[in-house]
């Protein structure tokens, strides 16, 4: 009984103390509870924002490779560019050997071997042509030079001739006015 008596007596202290306490107990129940709602509402607001920074980090990731994507392409546009400029002068000296080479070469098909050479048989035929016409008209004018001396002298032996003729026909002349007379 004793033990029941201390038991009714510990019970009557829980109770008068759960009575002086109570309102203790209720208020530190309520704000535990609501601790653990705003835990519970903190886990979710934290995986909300994990989800968000996981989201995030992705699309930064996304962007920090389209960004060097972005700066690789822009490099090789200036690299291509530069090249093309590089190629655009080269094609400019090429085409200013090219017409230099045409040049050079239009000069040299002017002094072709085979048309030389063909040109060189055609003149040489040619200077034949004329040397045999020229010893020919050499012939022909030594013959005329010849011919021509020949009249010439046989004029002078004329003319001579007429000188003598007319000097006799004047001493000639004399004499038969003298005998007219």
Request: net charge neutral; aromatic share 2%.
């Amino acid at each position: 009984m004793l033990t029941a008596k201390n038991l009714e007596r510990v019970m009557d202290l829980e109770a008068k103390l759960r009575s002086e306490y109570q309102v203790q107990l209720d208020a530190k129940s309520t704000e535990i509870a609501s601790a653990i709602k705003k835990q519970e509402e903190q886990k979710t607001i934290i995986a909300k924002q994990l989800d968000q920074i996981s989201t995030l980090s992705t699309q930064a990731t996304a962007n920090k490779h389209m960004e060097q994507l972005n700066r690789e392409l822009t490099q090789r546009g200036e690299n291509l560019q530069e090249e093309v400029s590089k190629q655009k002068k080269r094609a400019k000296t090429l085409q200013k050997d090219l017409a230099e080479e045409r040049t050079e070469v239009k000069a040299l098909k002017q002094f072709d071997g085979a048309k030389m050479k063909k040109n060189l048989a055609a003149s040489k035929k040619k200077l034949v042509e004329k040397t045999t016409a020229n010893d020919l008209l050499q012939k022909s004018v030594n013959k005329y030079k010849a011919e021509n001396a020949e009249l010439q002298t046989r004029v002078k032996e004329l003319e001579a001739k007429l000188e003598e003729l007319e000097s006799a026909a004047q001493t000639d002349e004399p004499e038969e006015e003298e005998a007219a007379a």
